[in-house]
C-alpha cells in the first residue's frame, strides 16, 4: 500500500483535514449531531421536505409496489412507470420537451458534459461553477476555460478568442458557496450560435426562486432559452436524485451517449415517487418561499446593524467570508460549542483565503432561531 500518512500530517497542519458528524434523527433546524442538541444553518433542505411526512408517506407505499432496488440500469429494465412519469412532469414544470433522470447532480453534470463536447471542444466555465462540472470538463477531454465569476465580458472575450471547435459555456444559476444569481440573460445572447450552448446548473436555484419554484432562469424570464437545464432534487425538493431538461434532441443524446447515464443502476422507483409528491408540494409551496424570503431580509438587516461584513446574496445561501482556513474552522468550532451548526468552507472547495461560514436558511427556521445564531456570531466575531 501507498504511504497516506505525510499527506493526511500536511491536511491537518494546514486546516484542511475534513472530518464528518454522525447525526440522528431526521433533518431539520434542530438535530443531534455527535450526541450533541444542536441549531443548524448548514443543510440544503431550503423549503424544509426533506422529513415532510407526506413525501416519507408516498416512499413507503411505493416501496411496497415496487421494492427497494430499481434493479438494473435505465436502459436495462430498471425504467419504471415512475421513473417516466416523473420525467414527463418535471419537463412538463420547466416548459421543456424532456428531461432525463439522473442518479445524483454530480453524474448528471459529468454525464451531460462529455456527451456533448470532446478533444478539440471547450468548456468555458465561470470561475465559481461546482466542482462536479469542473471534473465533467475534464472527463470530456475538451480543453477547460475559466471567466471570471459573473461577467459576461469576460466570458465574451473567452468565446472571440476560441474558434474552432463547439464551446459549452457552464455556470450555476445560483452559485452554490456564495448564494449569488448569474446573468442569465446576458449569458444566453452569447450562446446563440449553433457552435455554442449554454448549460445552467440550478442545483440552489430549483424549487426556490422562480414562479412555483421553476428555479433562476424562471426569475428572469428565460426559461426557453438555456439550452441544457440541471436540476437536482436533493436540496429544495427534499428527496435524490437529478435531472436534465432540454429538447427531445438533447435527451435522446443523452440516452445514447451519457456514460453515467447508461452505466449505472437507475434510482429506485420509490425515491422517484417521493419526488413527484415532493414537486406537487413545491409548485404549492409559495408559502415556504415567503417564509424563507422574510428569514433571508431579517438575518440581513439584522447583520448588517451588527456590522457584520454580508455579501449581496439575495438566495438562502449567505456566506460570511472571513478569510483563511484556520479563522474560519475557529468561528464554527466556536459556534459548534454554542450548539450552531454552520460549516466552515475551505479550499479547494472555495478560492484561498476565501474560506467562510456558508450559512442557510431552512423555511423551517423560525426568526427566533435566526435570533439565537445572530447573538451567537456576535459573540464569536
Ligand atoms: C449539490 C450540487 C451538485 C451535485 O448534486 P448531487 O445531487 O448532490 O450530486 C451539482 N451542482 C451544484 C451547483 C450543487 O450544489
Given at each position: 500500500m501507498f504511504p497516506l500518512q505525510d499527506f493526511l500530517k500536511r491536511q491537518q497542519a494546514a486546516d484542511l483535514y475534513r472530518t464528518r458528524r454522525v447525526c440522528e434523527g431526521q433533518q431539520g433546524p434542530r438535530q443531534r449531531c455527535d450526541g450533541k442538541e444542536m441549531l443548524s444553518f448548514c443543510s440544503n433542505d431550503y423549503l424544509g421536505l426533506a422529513a415532510n411526512p407526506e413525501i416519507a408517506e408516498s416512499m413507503r407505499k411505493a416501496t411496497e409496489r415496487y421494492g427497494v432496488g430499481s434493479g438494473a440500469a435505465h436502459l436495462v429494465n430498471g425504467h419504471s412507470h415512475a421513473h417516466h412519469a416523473l420525467e414527463e412532469e418535471l419537463a412538463d414544470f420547466v416548459g421543456r420537451e424532456r428531461a432525463l433522470l439522473f442518479s445524483t447532480g454530480y453524474m448528471a453534470n459529468l454525464g451531460t458534459v462529455s456527451a456533448l463536447v470532446e478533444r478539440g471542444d471547450f468548456v468555458i466555465a465561470d470561475k465559481l461553477v461546482h466542482a462536479s462540472l469542473i471534473d465533467a470538463a475534464k472527463l470530456s477531454g475538451a480543453r477547460l476555460q475559466r471567466y471570471l465569476h459573473n461577467e459576461p465580458d469576460a466570458l465574451q472575450h473567452r468565446l472571440v478568442n476560441t474558434t474552432s471547435g463547439k464551446r459549452l459555456v457552464v455556470t450555476d444559476g445560483v452559485f452554490s458557496m456564495d448564494g449569488d444569481i448569474a446573468p442569465l440573460p446576458e449569458l444566453v445572447s452569447l450562446t446563440r450560435d449553433d457552435q455554442t450552448a449554454l448549460l445552467v446548473d440550478d442545483a440552489h436555484g430549483f424549487g426556490v426562486l422562480g414562479k412555483q419554484g421553476r428555479g433562476s432562469a424562471d426569475q428572469f424570464g428565460c426559461h426557453d432559452d438555456i439550452d441544457i437545464l440541471m436540476g437536482t432534487l436533493?436540496?429544495?425538493?427534499?428527496t435524490f436524485g437529478a435531472f436534465v431538461a432540454g429538447s427531445n434532441d438533447l435527451i435522446e443524446t443523452l440516452i445514447q451517449k451519457s456514460r453515467s447515464y447508461i452505466y449505472t443502476t437507475a434510482l429506485p422507483a420509490a425515491v422517484v415517487e417521493a419526488t413527484r409528491t415532493s414537486l406537487r408540494l413545491v409548485k404549492q409551496a409559495d408559502d415556504r418561499r415567503e417564509k424563507l424570503q422574510q428569514l433571508i431580509k431579517h438575518f440581513r438587516s439584522s447583520a448588517k446593524q451588527l456590522g457584520l461584513e454580508l455579501s449581496g446574496s439575495q438566495t438562502p445561501i449567505q456566506p460570511l467570508v472571513l478569510g483563511t482556513a484556520e479563522q474560519a474552522l475557529n468561528v464554527s468550532q466556536q459556534l459548534e460549542q454554542a450548539g450552531i451548526l454552520v460549516t466552515a468552507i475551505r479550499p479547494p472547495t472555495v478560492p484561498e483565503g476565501s474560506a467562510r461560514l456558508r450559512i442557510t436558511f431552512s423555511a423551517t427556521h423560525t426568526e427566533q432561531d435566526v435570533d439565537q445564531l445572530l447573538l451567537a456570531l456576535e459573540q464569536c466575531l
Open positions: 436533493g436540496k429544495a425538493f427534499g
